[in-house]
């Protein structure tokens, strides 16, 4: 259930209700690609740096360890100890990113495993019997997701074929939620928009997916080569055609100044892989800026990474100096501690637009964000 709680401008506060818990939006996911945050953070660290929903991938995890096998183990939440709302995508960005890999076709995609070569198909119905099977508290729909700048026949008849595979998706998890035996029985369903920067198109599909009436929508397709001003022009043409009353998802989107401009576009949920690659390369986020751990004008520095930061890192006093000097012998322990603190920061910009949108100041604690954080190295 989607409570939409307040509202300034087209940006929204609001609350999901699921079988898992509540979830308090604008929400940014942390990205589990294969049940587990990279950088070696387990499920209480997310418990401990204030992680509302986790999010899987369905073709990673079904090709290793095979959704089958979760599903005897009892499910994704169950396999990774997490008992809060789990999003799986579909595998759908899979059909771009593995693009020499895979073969598409009305009936689904014809994959080789990025693995072992393995021959593997993916369609509408497979791609929601491996989400049942792991159990997830929303899946996602399969969907094609075709470059942002690709020819406009192309796109339309990728967006098309969506909607046809949509309708399968529904159907699927309509019968599969049906089933005694089903893992997770309440399991929600998310459409996804597409139409790479075509304006007319990316409109059309909106009004089309929702008049299906689904648990969530998404926007698809961004942040795979268009500019940021596309991407904000695609957002500002889309998502006053989506429904108001259900959540709206911004896919793999992206760095704060973005979160910032989506929420002002109407977004409700964000994922990207941003905070945990770039933590893993000593790129930490800070309100004023992005820390370069590794330079060598923090060799004897023994601030935190940020002062007045409530991450276990720098709550506990760990120092600039010594989180270089383990991202530079290469210790694991650094890569844990840098990842941790992004996450937090991330989760924590979240929490401070739910406040501003709470108190009525969203706009003004926009501009002051994107100014502070443009000032360059976080000192």
């Known amino acids: 259930m989607y409570e939409l709680l307040k509202t300034e401008g087209r940006a929204k506060r609001a ?5 898992h818990g509540e979830i308090q939006t604008p929400v940014f ?18 418990h401990s740096i204030d992680t509302q929903v986790a999010l899987c991938n369905t073709y990673h995890l079904h090709v290793r360890t095979g959704d089958k096998t979760i599903r005897k183990l009892g ?12 999003l799986t995508d579909s595998g759908g960005f899979q059909v771009f990113s593995l693009s020499d890999l895979r073969r598409i076709k009305e ?25 049942s099977n792991l159990g997830s508290t929303i899946a996602m729909a399969f969907d094609e997701c075709p470059p942002a700048l690709a020819e406009r026949d192309y796109v339309q008849k990728s967006v098309d074929r969506t909607t046809r595979w949509l309708e399968r998706c529904r159907k699927e998890m309509d019968r599969l939620n ?4 089903t893992v997770n029985p309440h399991q929600m369903l998310f459409g ?17 997916i929702a008049d299906m009436d689904l648990d ?18 695609v957002l500002e043409e889309t998502v006053p055609y989506l429904p108001q009353n259900k959540p709206t998802y911004l896919m793999g989107v992206g760095t704060p100044q973005n979160i910032l401009e989506g929420v002002e576009r109407g977004i409700d949920f964000f994922d990207c892989v941003y905070p945990s690659r770039n933590g893993r390369h000593g790129n930490l986020y800070t309100h004023r800026g992005t820390v370069h751990i590794r330079n060598a004008r923090y060799e004897l520095d023994q601030r935190p990474i940020e002062e007045g930061c ?7 006093g760990y120092s600039r100096a010594y989180i270089r000097h383990l991202m530079k012998a290469q210790e694991a322990l650094g890569l844990r501690m840098c990842v941790m603190h992004n996450l937090y920061f991330y989760n924590h910009l979240m929490e401070e637009i739910r406040d501003a949108l709470d108190a009525g100041r969203f706009a003004a604690y926009k501009k002051g964000m994107l100014e502070s954080m443009e000032q360059g190295e976080g000192d």
């Not at 996911?29 to 997310?46: P, Q």
Request: net charge negative; hydrophobic share 40%; glycine share 12%.
């Open 216 to 233: 969530g929508y998404a926007v698809g397709g961004l942040a795979v080569g268009e500019s940021h001003e596309q991407m904000y022009s």
């Open 75 to 86: 499910g994704l939440h169950q396999f990774m100890k997490w008992d809060r709302p789990i």
């Open 29 to 46: 996911m942390n990205v589990a690609t294969v049940a587990a945050i990279k950088g070696g953070l387990s499920a209480g660290d997310l």
């Open 107 to 131: 009936e689904g995609v014809y994959f080789h495993s990025h693995i072992d070569g393995a021959k593997i198909f993916m369609g509408p119905e497979e791609s929601m019997q491996i989400q």
């Open 15 to 19: 609350r999901v209700t699921t079988v």
């Open 178 to 181: 049906s089933l005694e035996d």
């Open 310 to 316: 409530g991450c276990p890192v720098c709550r506990a």
């Open 192 to 208: 996804i928009n597409q139409g790479a920067i075509y304006h007319d198109i990316r409109r059309e599909h909106a009004k089309t």
